[in-house]
């Protein structure tokens, strides 16, 4: 009878682990993939502001050799990604071609100026330091204007902080559900042993001695419910790298590294902690009490 019974506890507990096993997976899943869609964020928002292009349109007396100088010492610049050169000619060819006609042959003359095509870096395309590059390049000796398109700057800027303002919200409010879905599957594992907690504290056992064997019990639930969401992380990994190979998610091993990291972190804090506070609770509680 005792053997049955003993079998059926065993049961019961292993039933309880691959539980608390998968609501860990479940909930580090989903953290994971809104720690993949914030990494990957920042980087689709870089691609974008970094198709910015501001066009410095070159006064007339300014010589080939003074160009070339010119250009040299963007390119050195900080904000500077890429630097493209054309010519009067070329921009008139250009323009002729979009509007399939030779405007030259009527005008006689070429009205376009030579310009310089300066794509920036992701950081410096806010309206603030965008305004600052204008003004220090309208001080320059060679330089007849500053084009860029300013309403797309502040479009995207505030599109941007408000995308990044939700994602933070959300990621918080998830980050919350995922303390609360563990935590509770974690107290119940211990909520069965409560009576086991109670009579190895009435034998004089301490509570830190009752206390580590369940805490690191659930740091290892903790870290196979991490690899199993890591799994399920690599599955969608590796379709959204299929289907959107432009993400280079596969190749991005910061990001991969950190989104790893990250759900192994998250599994060993939120473990440890739930365990330490759900252990402790019983630990307080009356005899009487455990009973309600």
Do not use: C
């Not at 070329?90 to 030779?102: N, P």
């Amino acid at each position: 009878m005792s053997s049955k019974f003993e079998s059926y506890q065993k049961r019961r507990l292993a039933s309880s682990y691959i539980s608390v096993v998968i609501s860990i997976a479940l909930v580090l899943f989903m953290l994971g993939v809104l720690g993949l869609v914030l990494l990957k964020s920042s980087t689709v928002s870089n691609r974008i502001k970094e198709k910015i292009v501001v066009t410095l349109f070159l006064k007339d007396n300014v010589n080939t050799g003074q160009i070339n100088a010119f250009k040299d010492s963007l390119a050195k610049e900080d904000f500077a990604r890429r630097i493209v050169y054309t010519s009067k000619a070329q921009a008139a060819k250009k323009y002729s071609k979009e509007i399939g006609e030779d405007f030259l042959t009527f005008l006689g003359e070429n009205p376009l100026k030579n310009g310089i095509d300066i794509y920036l870096k992701a950081a410096f395309v806010t309206p603030g330091k965008m305004g600052a590059l204008e003004a220090r390049f309208l001080k320059n000796e060679f330089v007849a204007d500053v084009s860029y398109d300013k309403p797309l700057i502040n479009l995207l800027t505030e599109h941007l902080q408000r995308i990044g303002f939700w994602l933070f919200v959300l990621s918080g409010f998830l980050a919350l559900v995922a303390i609360i879905l563990i935590n509770s599957a974690i107290r119940l594992t211990i909520y069965s042993k409560r009576f086991n907690i109670k009579t190895m504290q009435m034998v004089g056992a301490t509570k830190s001695f009752i206390r580590n064997p369940f805490i690191w019990q659930g740091i290892k639930l903790g870290l196979v419910g991490a690899f199993l969401a890591l799994i399920g992380l690599g599955v969608v990994v590796y379709y959204l790298d299929v289907f959107a190979p432009s993400l280079r998610l596969l190749k991005d091993y910061i990001s991969l590294s950190y989104l790893v990291g990250g759900v192994l972190l998250a599994a060993f804090i939120i473990t440890l902690f739930s365990t330490f506070f759900a252990t402790q609770r019983f630990l307080n509680l009356r005899t009487d009490e455990l009973y309600y």
